[in-house]
């Protein structure tokens, strides 16, 4: 009963000091807010920044007797033949892909090596965490990546990469130890 009767004294209190608030701005004395007004509109007005000036534009003439026509395309100076590697160089079509050439090279790391009948392995962890047993000659990586060397530090291969002109090149690139 006590909590009931605090509830209701308090929430009277509250009520009773919002009406008093209420009846403190009823005041119907508005002398301050006309002298505001009076003050504003005696203010002289500011001056306006004229228009700046607008500059003519030179203008062109297009003349198409010595120029490419724009909507077609560019001829090339050499066919993608012709710049083609004179070696031959490209991936094995044929060969049958290793489970590590689905991933890219940044997404592997190397955790660890070890040493089994004379082989030297390393081991390699992808992205969802499945480690893989890899030695010289493998490939892995997505550009054809066939390893080369082995150590207990790092893995070098020997990637295939477009050269940009239709042939392939010859890239060197390693994964190295993550502790």
């Known amino acids: 009963m006590k909590r009931k009767s605090s509830t209701v004294a308090q929430r009277s209190l509250l009520l009773s000091l919002v009406g008093a608030l209420l009846v403190g701005c009823a005041s119907r004395d508005m002398s301050d807010l006309h002298s505001f007004i009076a003050e504003v509109k ?3 007005a500011g001056d306006i920044e004229p228009l700046p ?6 203008t062109f003439v297009y003349n198409a007797e010595q120029r ?5 395309p560019v001829p090339q100076e050499h066919e993608k033949a012709e710049t083609a590697d004179a070696d031959g160089l490209s991936p094995d079509p044929n060969r049958r892909r290793e489970e590590l050439e689905s991933y890219s090279l940044d997404s592997m790391r190397m955790v660890g090596t070890l040493e089994q009948s004379g ?12 480690i893989y047993r890899v030695k010289a000659g493998n490939y892995m990586g997505r550009n054809h990546g066939q390893i080369t060397r082995i150590d207990e530090n790092d893995i070098e291969l020997t990637e295939i990469v477009p050269n940009g002109q239709g042939g ?6 390693s994964l190295a130890l993550k502790e």
Not at 168 to 173: L, P, S, V
């Open 42 to 44: 005696a203010r002289k």
């Open 53 to 58: 000036e607008i500059k003519q534009i030179e």
């Open 168 to 173: 392939y090149r010859e890239r060197q690139a």
């Open 119 to 130: 082989t030297m392995w390393a081991l390699v962890r992808t992205q969802d965490q499945t």
């Open 68 to 72: 490419r026509n724009p909507f077609r």
